[in-house]
């Protein structure tokens, strides 16, 4: 599922009212703990993070390492 900012923002506004029920379009989910919607919360600001990062065509640095041997004939 592809997430929206929208998205992120119902989630906030859930957890700044105490409320554990959150309406996306025409479905409603209910959290069965404040811990459980922080968890959400948390996972759809990290695919948003990770899209935008992917977006912008930004990446993780990456080490090469290359190992050379020699025989001591």
């Known amino acids: 599922m592809a997430y929206t900012q929208a998205d992120l923002d119902r989630l906030d ?3 700044a009212s105490s409320s554990l029920e959150v309406q996306y379009g025409d479905r409603r989910v209910r959290y069965r703990s404040m811990d459980e919607l922080i968890a959400a919360r ?3 600001a990290s695919q948003l993070a990770a ?3 992917a977006a912008a065509g930004n990446r993780k640095a990456t080490r090469r390492y290359t190992f050379q041997t ?3 004939d």
Request: cysteine-free.
């Open 42 to 44: 948390n996972h759809v």
């Open 70 to 72: 020699m025989r001591g």
């Open 51 to 53: 899209a935008a990062s």
């Open 13 to 15: 506004a859930a957890i």
